[in-house]
Protein backbone atom coordinates (compact mmCIF):
# COMPACT_ATOMS: atom_id res chain seq x y z
CA UNK A 1 0.00 0.00 0.00
CA UNK A 2 1.15 3.84 -0.68
CA UNK A 3 1.21 5.24 2.46
CA UNK A 4 -0.63 8.44 3.30
CA UNK A 5 0.52 11.75 3.59
CA UNK A 6 0.08 12.95 7.30
CA UNK A 7 -4.16 13.45 8.14
CA UNK A 8 -4.43 17.30 7.87
CA UNK A 9 -7.55 19.04 9.65
CA UNK A 10 -10.09 20.56 7.81
CA UNK A 11 -9.08 23.82 8.98
CA UNK A 12 -5.55 23.43 7.30
CA UNK A 13 -6.70 22.21 3.76
CA UNK A 14 -8.82 25.58 4.41
CA UNK A 15 -6.22 27.60 4.83
CA UNK A 16 -4.14 25.94 1.79
CA UNK A 17 -7.25 26.73 -0.56
CA UNK A 18 -7.15 30.29 0.38
CA UNK A 19 -3.36 30.61 -0.64
CA UNK A 20 -4.33 29.80 -4.27
CA UNK A 21 -4.60 33.10 -6.25
CA UNK A 22 -7.75 34.71 -6.95
CA UNK A 23 -8.61 34.89 -10.61
CA UNK A 24 -8.98 37.75 -12.88
CA UNK A 25 -11.29 40.38 -13.67
CA UNK A 26 -14.09 41.03 -16.52
CA UNK A 27 -17.23 43.46 -16.55
CA UNK A 28 -20.20 42.05 -17.24
CA UNK A 29 -24.01 43.27 -18.11
CA UNK A 30 -25.82 43.68 -15.19
CA UNK A 31 -28.07 41.00 -16.51
CA UNK A 32 -25.91 38.63 -16.49
CA UNK A 33 -24.21 39.44 -13.25
CA UNK A 34 -26.58 37.28 -11.09
CA UNK A 35 -24.03 35.18 -8.03
CA UNK A 36 -21.14 36.49 -9.26
CA UNK A 37 -18.45 38.18 -7.40
CA UNK A 38 -17.61 42.09 -7.23
CA UNK A 39 -13.61 42.26 -7.67
CA UNK A 40 -14.21 46.09 -6.46
CA UNK A 41 -16.19 47.62 -3.28
CA UNK A 42 -19.31 49.68 -4.86
CA UNK A 43 -19.93 52.95 -3.37
CA UNK A 44 -22.90 54.76 -3.82
CA UNK A 45 -22.39 57.39 -6.58
CA UNK A 46 -25.01 59.76 -5.86
CA UNK A 47 -28.40 60.17 -3.27
CA UNK A 48 -31.16 57.28 -3.34
CA UNK A 49 -34.25 58.10 -4.50
CA UNK A 50 -32.27 61.39 -4.65
CA UNK A 51 -35.61 63.15 -4.26
CA UNK A 52 -38.51 63.01 -1.26
CA UNK A 53 -41.07 60.90 -2.15
CA UNK A 54 -44.54 60.19 -1.14
CA UNK A 55 -44.86 56.33 0.84
CA UNK A 56 -48.98 57.13 0.16
CA UNK A 57 -51.36 58.61 -1.68
CA UNK A 58 -52.93 62.09 0.03
CA UNK A 59 -51.88 65.73 0.99
CA UNK A 60 -48.34 67.22 0.80
CA UNK A 61 -48.43 69.34 3.36
CA UNK A 62 -45.99 71.22 6.34
CA UNK A 63 -46.16 69.60 9.39
CA UNK A 64 -46.49 72.85 11.36
CA UNK A 65 -50.14 73.49 9.70
CA UNK A 66 -51.49 69.98 11.46
CA UNK A 67 -50.32 70.54 14.80
CA UNK A 68 -53.32 68.94 16.94
CA UNK A 69 -55.27 68.37 14.35
CA UNK A 70 -57.70 65.08 14.93
CA UNK A 71 -61.28 64.18 13.98
CA UNK A 72 -63.41 66.89 15.72
CA UNK A 73 -61.17 69.72 15.12
CA UNK A 74 -59.41 69.28 11.73
CA UNK A 75 -57.07 71.32 10.10
CA UNK A 76 -57.58 73.58 7.13
CA UNK A 77 -56.01 73.72 4.57
CA UNK A 78 -56.17 75.06 0.74
CA UNK A 79 -55.18 72.53 -1.86
CA UNK A 80 -53.40 74.88 -4.38
CA UNK A 81 -52.84 71.85 -7.10
CA UNK A 82 -51.90 68.00 -8.12
CA UNK A 83 -48.08 67.07 -7.78
CA UNK A 84 -47.23 65.53 -11.42
CA UNK A 85 -45.98 61.67 -11.43
CA UNK A 86 -42.29 61.62 -13.05
CA UNK A 87 -41.72 65.31 -12.93
CA UNK A 88 -40.48 67.91 -10.51
CA UNK A 89 -43.45 69.92 -9.27
CA UNK A 90 -43.88 73.39 -10.00
CA UNK A 91 -45.85 74.24 -6.67
CA UNK A 92 -44.61 75.84 -3.50
CA UNK A 93 -46.18 75.09 -0.47
CA UNK A 94 -46.88 78.00 1.50
CA UNK A 95 -48.49 78.23 5.19
CA UNK A 96 -52.20 77.06 5.16
CA UNK A 97 -51.64 74.91 1.77
CA UNK A 98 -51.61 71.58 0.28
CA UNK A 99 -51.23 69.57 -2.90
CA UNK A 100 -52.21 66.05 -4.06
CA UNK A 101 -49.54 63.70 -4.64
CA UNK A 102 -49.84 59.77 -5.28
CA UNK A 103 -47.67 56.82 -4.18
CA UNK A 104 -44.01 57.44 -5.54
CA UNK A 105 -44.87 61.34 -6.32
CA UNK A 106 -41.62 63.71 -5.38
CA UNK A 107 -42.95 66.32 -2.68
CA UNK A 108 -43.27 69.96 -3.92
CA UNK A 109 -40.52 72.97 -2.26
CA UNK A 110 -41.90 73.46 1.09
CA UNK A 111 -43.47 70.64 2.49
CA UNK A 112 -42.21 68.31 4.85
CA UNK A 113 -44.59 65.28 5.28
CA UNK A 114 -47.89 64.23 3.69
CA UNK A 115 -51.51 63.19 5.00
CA UNK A 116 -52.90 60.49 3.84
CA UNK A 117 -56.08 60.83 2.01
CA UNK A 118 -58.13 58.47 4.32
CA UNK A 119 -57.89 61.63 6.89
CA UNK A 120 -58.79 64.12 4.44
CA UNK A 121 -62.55 65.39 3.59
CA UNK A 122 -63.69 68.16 1.50
CA UNK A 123 -64.46 71.63 3.11
CA UNK A 124 -66.03 73.46 -0.37
CA UNK A 125 -64.31 74.52 -2.80
CA UNK A 126 -60.61 74.16 -2.86
CA UNK A 127 -60.65 73.80 1.12
CA UNK A 128 -59.44 69.98 2.53
CA UNK A 129 -60.28 69.18 5.99
CA UNK A 130 -57.18 67.06 7.31
CA UNK A 131 -58.19 65.53 10.67
CA UNK A 132 -54.73 63.50 11.77
CA UNK A 133 -51.55 65.94 12.69
CA UNK A 134 -48.34 64.78 11.37
CA UNK A 135 -44.87 64.90 12.05
CA UNK A 136 -42.21 66.32 9.66
CA UNK A 137 -40.88 63.19 7.39
CA UNK A 138 -44.15 60.94 8.09
CA UNK A 139 -45.11 58.88 4.85
CA UNK A 140 -42.07 60.42 2.95
CA UNK A 141 -38.96 58.60 1.57
CA UNK A 142 -36.51 61.39 2.05
CA UNK A 143 -33.76 61.76 -0.84
CA UNK A 144 -30.92 59.81 0.71
CA UNK A 145 -33.18 57.25 2.86
CA UNK A 146 -32.08 54.44 0.72
CA UNK A 147 -28.02 55.58 0.20
CA UNK A 148 -26.46 58.71 0.65
CA UNK A 149 -23.77 59.79 -1.25
CA UNK A 150 -20.33 58.19 -0.90
CA UNK A 151 -21.69 55.09 1.61
CA UNK A 152 -20.45 52.04 1.07
CA UNK A 153 -23.02 49.86 -0.16
CA UNK A 154 -21.07 46.32 -1.55
CA UNK A 155 -17.54 44.97 -0.45
CA UNK A 156 -15.21 43.71 -3.03
CA UNK A 157 -15.96 39.85 -2.75
CA UNK A 158 -18.90 40.62 -2.51
CA UNK A 159 -21.38 37.72 -4.29
CA UNK A 160 -24.22 39.41 -5.96
CA UNK A 161 -28.07 38.16 -5.23
CA UNK A 162 -31.03 39.44 -6.73
CA UNK A 163 -31.48 42.37 -4.51
CA UNK A 164 -28.27 43.83 -5.32
CA UNK A 165 -28.53 43.47 -8.88
CA UNK A 166 -31.73 45.65 -7.74
CA UNK A 167 -29.59 47.94 -5.76
CA UNK A 168 -27.15 48.31 -9.04
CA UNK A 169 -29.95 49.27 -11.20
CA UNK A 170 -30.90 51.50 -9.06
CA UNK A 171 -27.98 53.49 -9.79
CA UNK A 172 -27.82 52.86 -13.51
CA UNK A 173 -25.35 50.80 -13.35
CA UNK A 174 -25.26 48.91 -16.83
CA UNK A 175 -22.05 46.75 -16.52
CA UNK A 176 -19.65 45.80 -13.57
CA UNK A 177 -16.57 44.18 -12.69
CA UNK A 178 -16.52 40.95 -11.86
CA UNK A 179 -14.09 38.24 -11.08
CA UNK A 180 -14.04 35.27 -13.53
CA UNK A 181 -16.36 32.48 -13.11
CA UNK A 182 -13.45 29.13 -12.72
CA UNK A 183 -13.14 27.10 -15.96
CA UNK A 184 -13.34 23.27 -13.81
CA UNK A 185 -13.00 20.32 -15.43
CA UNK A 186 -14.38 17.22 -13.93
CA UNK A 187 -12.68 13.84 -14.65
CA UNK A 188 -13.71 10.35 -13.48
CA UNK A 189 -11.51 7.27 -13.28
CA UNK A 190 -11.80 3.59 -12.69
CA UNK A 191 -12.37 0.46 -14.58
CA UNK A 192 -15.60 0.00 -13.01
CA UNK A 193 -17.09 3.12 -14.56
CA UNK A 194 -18.78 3.50 -17.85
CA UNK A 195 -20.65 6.27 -19.04
CA UNK A 196 -24.18 7.04 -17.65
CA UNK A 197 -25.74 6.89 -21.15
CA UNK A 198 -24.26 3.34 -21.72
CA UNK A 199 -25.95 0.54 -19.51
CA UNK A 200 -23.22 -1.33 -17.26
CA UNK A 201 -22.50 -4.66 -18.02
CA UNK A 202 -21.63 -6.80 -14.88
CA UNK A 203 -19.51 -5.37 -12.66
CA UNK A 204 -19.65 -2.16 -13.86
CA UNK A 205 -21.62 0.77 -12.26
CA UNK A 206 -22.53 4.55 -14.21
CA UNK A 207 -20.96 7.02 -13.67
CA UNK A 208 -22.66 9.33 -11.33
CA UNK A 209 -19.78 11.38 -9.74
CA UNK A 210 -19.40 13.46 -13.24
CA UNK A 211 -23.46 14.61 -13.00
CA UNK A 212 -23.61 15.26 -9.53
CA UNK A 213 -19.99 17.23 -9.06
CA UNK A 214 -20.37 19.24 -12.12
CA UNK A 215 -23.65 20.39 -10.84
CA UNK A 216 -22.01 21.32 -7.57
CA UNK A 217 -19.50 23.52 -9.46
CA UNK A 218 -21.76 25.47 -11.03
CA UNK A 219 -24.01 26.05 -8.71
CA UNK A 220 -20.92 27.56 -6.68
CA UNK A 221 -20.29 29.89 -9.73
CA UNK A 222 -18.05 27.68 -12.11
CA UNK A 223 -18.26 27.03 -15.23
CA UNK A 224 -17.64 23.70 -15.19
CA UNK A 225 -17.70 20.56 -17.60
CA UNK A 226 -17.33 16.87 -17.71
CA UNK A 227 -14.43 15.96 -19.75
CA UNK A 228 -14.68 12.76 -19.71
CA UNK A 229 -13.51 8.76 -18.32
CA UNK A 230 -9.81 7.72 -17.52
CA UNK A 231 -9.13 4.13 -16.89
CA UNK A 232 -7.11 3.13 -14.22
CA UNK A 233 -3.90 3.43 -16.07
CA UNK A 234 -1.26 5.91 -14.65
CA UNK A 235 0.32 7.09 -18.25
CA UNK A 236 -3.24 7.71 -19.50
CA UNK A 237 -4.02 9.89 -16.12
CA UNK A 238 -0.88 12.02 -16.65
CA UNK A 239 -1.43 12.48 -20.64
CA UNK A 240 -5.04 13.62 -19.69
CA UNK A 241 -4.04 15.66 -16.91
CA UNK A 242 -1.69 17.62 -18.90
CA UNK A 243 -3.99 18.48 -21.59
CA UNK A 244 -6.66 19.50 -19.26
CA UNK A 245 -3.68 21.95 -17.08
CA UNK A 246 -3.59 23.92 -20.36
CA UNK A 247 -7.59 24.77 -20.28
CA UNK A 248 -9.03 24.94 -17.10
CA UNK A 249 -8.10 26.61 -13.66
CA UNK A 250 -9.64 23.90 -11.77
CA UNK A 251 -9.13 19.85 -12.59
CA UNK A 252 -10.98 17.80 -9.91
CA UNK A 253 -10.61 14.27 -10.48
CA UNK A 254 -12.99 11.84 -8.74
CA UNK A 255 -11.50 8.45 -7.78
CA UNK A 256 -8.46 7.36 -7.50
CA UNK A 257 -7.01 9.09 -4.46
CA UNK A 258 -6.74 6.77 -1.78
CA UNK A 259 -3.26 4.62 -1.65
CA UNK A 260 -4.07 1.46 -3.11
CA UNK A 261 -2.09 -0.18 -6.02
CA UNK A 262 -4.25 1.23 -8.97
CA UNK A 263 -4.60 4.46 -7.27
CA UNK A 264 -2.36 7.22 -9.26
CA UNK A 265 -4.42 10.29 -8.72
CA UNK A 266 -1.77 11.82 -6.51
CA UNK A 267 1.42 10.68 -8.79
CA UNK A 268 -0.46 12.12 -11.63
CA UNK A 269 -0.85 15.43 -9.97
CA UNK A 270 2.37 15.50 -8.80
CA UNK A 271 3.78 15.24 -12.12
CA UNK A 272 2.70 17.87 -13.45
CA UNK A 273 4.44 20.99 -14.13
CA UNK A 274 5.40 22.74 -10.81
CA UNK A 275 3.05 19.97 -9.21
CA UNK A 276 2.83 20.42 -5.64
CA UNK A 277 0.84 18.39 -3.02
CA UNK A 278 -0.96 20.18 -0.70
CA UNK A 279 -2.63 17.46 1.41
CA UNK A 280 -3.17 13.98 0.59
CA UNK A 281 -5.43 12.57 3.48
CA UNK A 282 -8.05 14.42 5.57
CA UNK A 283 -9.38 14.17 8.85
CA UNK A 284 -12.86 13.78 8.02
CA UNK A 285 -15.31 10.88 7.27
CA UNK A 286 -16.86 10.07 5.33
CA UNK A 287 -13.43 11.09 2.62
CA UNK A 288 -10.59 10.35 3.87
CA UNK A 289 -8.75 10.02 0.91
CA UNK A 290 -8.63 13.33 -0.10
CA UNK A 291 -5.90 15.32 -2.23
CA UNK A 292 -5.20 19.04 -2.63
CA UNK A 293 -2.55 20.04 -5.20
CA UNK A 294 -1.52 22.74 -7.13
CA UNK A 295 0.34 22.53 -10.96
CA UNK A 296 1.92 25.95 -12.81
CA UNK A 297 1.10 25.76 -16.56
CA UNK A 298 2.71 28.70 -18.43
CA UNK A 299 2.48 30.85 -14.78
CA UNK A 300 -0.73 30.33 -14.50
CA UNK A 301 -1.65 27.98 -11.23
CA UNK A 302 -3.97 25.61 -12.14
CA UNK A 303 -5.66 23.88 -8.54
CA UNK A 304 -6.21 20.09 -8.53
CA UNK A 305 -8.33 18.21 -6.39
CA UNK A 306 -8.48 14.53 -6.23
CA UNK A 307 -12.11 13.03 -4.67
CA UNK A 308 -12.79 10.00 -2.86
CA UNK A 309 -14.58 7.70 -5.60
CA UNK A 310 -17.17 6.74 -3.29
CA UNK A 311 -20.39 8.89 -4.07
CA UNK A 312 -21.25 10.35 -1.15
CA UNK A 313 -17.72 10.76 0.08
CA UNK A 314 -16.96 12.77 -3.30
CA UNK A 315 -20.12 14.95 -2.33
CA UNK A 316 -19.32 15.30 0.98
CA UNK A 317 -15.73 16.60 0.11
CA UNK A 318 -16.86 18.62 -2.57
CA UNK A 319 -19.25 20.80 -0.23
CA UNK A 320 -16.67 21.09 2.25
CA UNK A 321 -13.78 21.76 0.35
CA UNK A 322 -14.56 22.37 -3.42
CA UNK A 323 -17.27 24.78 -3.31
CA UNK A 324 -14.86 26.84 -0.83
CA UNK A 325 -12.45 26.79 -3.50
CA UNK A 326 -14.54 28.05 -6.13
CA UNK A 327 -15.82 30.60 -3.80
CA UNK A 328 -11.78 31.75 -3.21
CA UNK A 329 -11.31 32.00 -6.68
CA UNK A 330 -13.65 34.24 -7.36
CA UNK A 331 -12.80 36.44 -4.76
CA UNK A 332 -15.08 36.19 -1.86
CA UNK A 333 -13.20 37.83 1.18
CA UNK A 334 -15.10 35.52 3.93
CA UNK A 335 -16.50 31.88 4.47
CA UNK A 336 -19.91 31.39 3.19
CA UNK A 337 -22.43 30.96 5.28
CA UNK A 338 -24.19 28.14 5.11
CA UNK A 339 -28.17 28.33 6.14
CA UNK A 340 -28.23 26.33 9.41
CA UNK A 341 -31.25 25.29 11.73
CA UNK A 342 -32.03 23.67 15.41
CA UNK A 343 -33.37 19.92 15.43
CA UNK A 344 -33.59 17.18 18.08
CA UNK A 345 -31.76 14.27 16.93
CA UNK A 346 -33.88 11.29 17.18
CA UNK A 347 -31.36 8.46 17.89
CA UNK A 348 -28.04 8.50 19.23
CA UNK A 349 -24.80 8.50 16.88
CA UNK A 350 -21.06 7.43 17.78
CA UNK A 351 -17.78 9.16 16.35
CA UNK A 352 -14.67 8.52 16.41
CA UNK A 353 -12.24 10.98 17.95
CA UNK A 354 -9.64 13.20 15.82
CA UNK A 355 -11.78 13.30 12.64
CA UNK A 356 -14.82 15.36 11.78
CA UNK A 357 -17.66 13.40 10.72
CA UNK A 358 -20.39 14.51 8.65
CA UNK A 359 -23.67 12.76 9.05
CA UNK A 360 -26.70 12.75 6.64
CA UNK A 361 -30.05 13.50 8.26
CA UNK A 362 -33.48 13.27 7.59
CA UNK A 363 -35.84 16.35 9.00
CA UNK A 364 -39.25 15.09 10.24
CA UNK A 365 -41.32 18.38 11.52
CA UNK A 366 -42.10 18.22 15.40
CA UNK A 367 -45.70 18.42 16.23
CA UNK A 368 -45.70 21.33 18.46
CA UNK A 369 -47.89 21.18 22.03
CA UNK A 370 -47.88 23.50 24.68
CA UNK A 371 -45.87 21.43 27.17
CA UNK A 372 -42.75 21.73 25.33
CA UNK A 373 -39.84 22.81 27.76
CA UNK A 374 -37.30 25.94 26.44
CA UNK A 375 -35.12 23.31 25.59
CA UNK A 376 -37.85 21.52 23.33
CA UNK A 377 -39.21 25.19 21.60
CA UNK A 378 -36.04 25.72 20.49
CA UNK A 379 -36.46 22.98 17.52
CA UNK A 380 -39.17 23.10 15.19
CA UNK A 381 -37.76 19.42 13.74
CA UNK A 382 -36.22 16.37 14.60
CA UNK A 383 -33.17 14.90 12.47
CA UNK A 384 -32.95 11.11 11.50
CA UNK A 385 -29.48 9.58 11.01
CA UNK A 386 -29.05 8.18 7.51
CA UNK A 387 -27.03 5.42 7.73
CA UNK A 388 -25.13 3.40 5.03
CA UNK A 389 -22.05 3.05 3.33
CA UNK A 390 -20.61 5.96 1.41
CA UNK A 391 -20.95 4.10 -2.30
CA UNK A 392 -24.86 4.75 -2.06
CA UNK A 393 -26.18 8.16 -3.63
CA UNK A 394 -29.55 7.44 -2.12
CA UNK A 395 -28.04 8.35 1.17
CA UNK A 396 -27.92 12.09 -0.43
CA UNK A 397 -30.98 12.00 -1.79
CA UNK A 398 -32.93 11.26 0.98
CA UNK A 399 -30.98 13.45 3.42
CA UNK A 400 -32.06 17.28 3.71
CA UNK A 401 -28.55 18.24 5.57
CA UNK A 402 -26.08 17.37 7.44
CA UNK A 403 -25.13 17.03 10.97
CA UNK A 404 -21.34 17.75 11.65
CA UNK A 405 -19.87 15.93 14.34
CA UNK A 406 -16.62 17.95 15.70
CA UNK A 407 -13.10 16.27 16.24
CA UNK A 408 -13.45 16.48 20.27
CA UNK A 409 -16.54 14.91 20.17
CA UNK A 410 -17.63 11.08 20.68
CA UNK A 411 -20.72 11.64 19.22
CA UNK A 412 -24.34 13.08 20.05
CA UNK A 413 -27.26 11.46 22.57
CA UNK A 414 -30.59 10.96 21.09
CA UNK A 415 -32.42 14.16 22.49
CA UNK A 416 -29.45 16.59 22.14
CA UNK A 417 -30.49 19.86 19.98
CA UNK A 418 -28.35 20.22 17.49
CA UNK A 419 -27.47 22.33 14.54
CA UNK A 420 -28.27 20.83 10.96
CA UNK A 421 -26.61 22.29 7.61
CA UNK A 422 -28.49 22.78 4.84
CA UNK A 423 -28.62 21.08 1.70
CA UNK A 424 -29.23 24.36 -0.70
Known sequence: MKPFLTLQSVETVIKHIRTFPVLGEEQVLLDNALNRHLTCAFTAPADLPGFDRSTVDGYAVRA???FGAQEGSPALVECVGDCPMGAAPEIVIQEGQA??????????????????????????????????????????ILRDDDATAGAPLLPAGHRLRPQDVGLLAAFGVNTIGVRCSPRVAVLSTGDEIVPATETPPPGKIRDVNAYSLTALCREAGGQAQRTGLVRDDADDLRATLAKL??????????GGSSAGMRDHTVEAFAALPGGEILTHGVAISPGKPFILARAVMDGRTVCLMGLPGHVASALVCARVFLTP??????????TAISPCIPARLARSVASAQGRRDYLRVRLNMLPQTNSHTDKEVSALYEAEP?????????????ADGLLICAENREGFDAGDIVMIELFQ
Open 325 to 334: LLHHLQGQIS
Open 64 to 66: RDL
Open 245 to 254: AVQYDVIVVS
Open 99 to 140: ARILTGGMLPQGADCVAMVEYSRPAGGKLIELTRSQAPGDNV
Open 386 to 398: IMGVSGLITGMTA
